[in-house]
DNA sequence: CGATTCTTTGAAAACAGTCAATCTGTGTGG
DNA sequence: CCACACAGATTGACTGTTTTCAAAGAATCG
């Protein structure tokens, strides 16, 4: 399933059969089970991972071991726990599939590398970089803005497609509000 | 005050007195009154801007006149509208001066040619954003798992000096609570 | 000082969370 | 292939938190 990376790289830059032969041979592929772990809290996150399918989520588990899912990625997203990879501390965030996934794997020190090594590779990730925060800030501004009812509108409107596929459970703690909230909500919306 | 974005500018990145002197000249530096606006909903964001002096912040005017808080920047602190930075689409935030302020403007157009010209200062931008996206996940954290006192002490702590120098209203609106609730939160806390 | 804005306080209403029970669908092992 | 167990989703009754509205009390600015 290289092929999904290989694709997504190509429609973003321009590579010459070189520089995609060495970013390959720097990448590794995983296959995760459903449940499975690709990150631990308290381990630290050494690896930029790529979804090329399936769907993972990172969250965080509070005192009272409730979980809030800070992120879902699917096909063609990058996941992985930025404050670690950044400062090399122990991760606060959990990664693990949602469903039975497959993902690309590169190192902190092969990404740098090639970041380094190829400009254009490095433009990409700041550009998703940038998006990535506009879109942190659109949740931001939803978060402290709507109420329950309207957030999850705002969220089916900008990810229709991840509502049919991820266990409601885990939206509600993305949301956050509780599952029984949810749940009343899209009854709420249904009868109407 | 051009010297504090001067010295801002030294204590991250190494520029000859020829580049230094380039990037002056192209900056602009303008006061804000108390309340002023430097971008309004509705315009195109056309410049990053940088604090040397005082505060700023942005926020969105929901259907019901209510204002959203959606960040503010302190002296050494950039702001803009992102989105429409980038897009060049007309901005959905509102910017103002909280304090009488002062701010070191770069247009788009000289921005992009500063970090095409100089790598260093490409590089610093993009940590920046690192940081700033970093931020914005915790504060999304914050917000879809804590109750109303909690986000206000989280708040405390990773902004004390923000406390003492913002309406409380202005706090309250940024934590995504009403004034009225935030009041009593921090009586709850003298209290004890 | 007087006017305006911001904050506090109180009471009632709306909203979301909790707990417990039931229902549904899925997958497993007999 | 069925029966059962299990996890996820729903529902109801109740509790607790937050909002709303209104009024009074500070603080700030001209």
Redesign the pocket.
Known sequence: MYEVFQKYMDSKIQLCQEQSDWIRSLSLVRKLRKHQFLLQAGDVCKQHAFVSKGCLRSYSVDSDGVEHTVKFAVENWWIGDRNSLMTGEPAMLNIDAVEDSEVVLLSTKNFDLICQKIPAFNDMVNNLLQSAYNASQNRILANISL???EKYEHFLQRYPDLALRI???MIASYL?????????V??QIMSR
């Open positions: 109420s329950a009812i266990p409601q459970g956050g509000m509780s599952p029984e909230t949810l749940s009343r899209r009854n």
